[in-house]
């Protein structure tokens, strides 16, 4: 049924009303957040979200190729330095690929076997390439609207820095960092994104296509969690 187009406002009220089909409610992230997930479990979530990890910068760098604006193109590249780290002006950062790996070895895993990729599941990997292929050969404007997942990331990296340190109490503290950082990069992305979204998706057509496309976004992170509930279980 066609309509005429949401006010901002509502429209946005429709981008965030997708957040019921965010992975915080799969049944795999249920189970890691209400600590009835084993160690293998755990280490498993650890080692295949790391192909999503090192995805991001590269699907960040696909928008900024895209991207002909040079004030969304300097915003943007921050995304890129917070997952790959930066030293600049005697400031260091080692960005989130670096805490994720971290993390990882909080939970028990070497570097080399989180690096390496030699845990992550064939469906993951499917899921993180057909994310990176989208932000490639999409517009840009439609590659930023993919990022909107962000809109709920918040929510999920509280309940983990809430739940786990309760329920995995052998995982160390440290390497909880990268959820810290994330509370707030998250926030600060989502301003910049709803910001392009908003403005770009302004007829009743547009609006469509972008509420698919934050389906498809929503889709790949379920995947990935199907995948390794696959691989490794589900704990009742």
Same mark, same amino acid.
């Given at each position: 049924? $066609?309509?005429?187009? =949401?006010?901002?406002?509502?429209?946005?009220?429709?981008?965030?009303?997708?957040?019921?089909?965010?992975?915080?409610?799969?049944?795999?992230?249920?189970?890691?957040?209400?600590?009835?997930?084993?160690?293998?479990?755990?280490?498993? =979530?650890?080692?295949?979200?790391?192909?999503?990890?090192?995805?991001?910068?590269?699907?960040?760098?696909?928008?900024? $190729?895209?991207?002909?604006?040079?004030?969304?193109?300097?915003?943007?590249?921050?995304?890129?330095?917070?997952?790959?780290?930066?030293?600049?002006?005697?400031?260091?950062?080692?960005?989130?690929?670096?805490?994720?790996?971290?993390?990882?070895?909080?939970?028990?895993?070497?570097?080399?076997?989180?690096?390496?990729?030699?845990?992550?599941?064939?469906?993951?990997?499917?899921?993180?390439?057909?994310?990176?292929?989208?932000?490639?050969?999409?517009?840009?404007?439609?590659?930023?609207?993919?990022?909107?997942?962000?809109?709920?990331?918040?929510?999920?990296?509280?309940?983990?820095?809430?739940? =786990?340190?309760?329920?995995?109490?052998?995982?160390? $503290?440290?390497?909880?960092?990268?959820?810290?950082?994330?509370? $707030?990069?998250?926030?600060?992305?989502?301003?910049?994104?709803?910001?392009?979204?908003?403005?770009?998706?302004?007829?009743?057509?547009?609006?469509?296509?972008?509420?698919?496309?934050?389906?498809?976004?929503?889709?790949?992170?379920?995947?990935?969690?199907?995948?390794?509930?696959?691989?490794?279980?589900?704990?009742?």
């Amino acid at each position: 049924m $066609s309509h005429t187009a =949401w006010t901002p406002t509502e429209f946005e009220a429709r981008l965030r009303e997708q957040g019921k089909a965010y992975h915080i409610h799969h049944p795999f992230n249920v189970m890691l957040n209400t600590g009835k997930a084993s160690r293998e479990q755990i280490q498993g =979530w650890v080692a295949n979200r790391y192909a999503y990890q090192i995805a991001i910068p590269v699907k960040d760098a696909a928008v900024l $190729s895209n991207c002909p604006d040079r004030d969304v193109r300097r915003e943007w590249i921050q995304r890129i330095l917070d997952h790959d780290g930066f030293e600049l002006g005697g400031v260091r950062d080692e960005g989130g690929i670096e805490a994720w790996i971290r993390l990882g070895e909080a939970t028990g895993l070497t570097r080399e076997e989180v690096v390496d990729g030699r845990h992550i599941t064939p469906g993951v990997q499917f899921a993180v390439d057909a994310y990176v292929n989208f932000a490639r050969r999409a517009p840009w404007q439609e590659a930023v609207c993919s990022s909107l997942t962000e809109l709920f990331a918040p929510e999920i990296h509280k309940q983990r820095l809430a739940t =786990w340190p309760e329920h995995y109490p052998w995982i160390e $503290s440290g390497g909880l960092q990268y959820f810290r950082n994330r509370v $707030s990069q998250a926030r600060r992305d989502v301003e910049q994104g709803l910001r392009v979204t908003l403005d770009h998706f302004n007829t009743a057509a547009l609006q469509r296509r972008a509420l698919d496309i934050l389906k498809f976004k929503l889709d790949v992170l379920w995947a990935m969690n199907d995948a390794m509930a696959t691989r490794y279980g589900v704990t009742a």
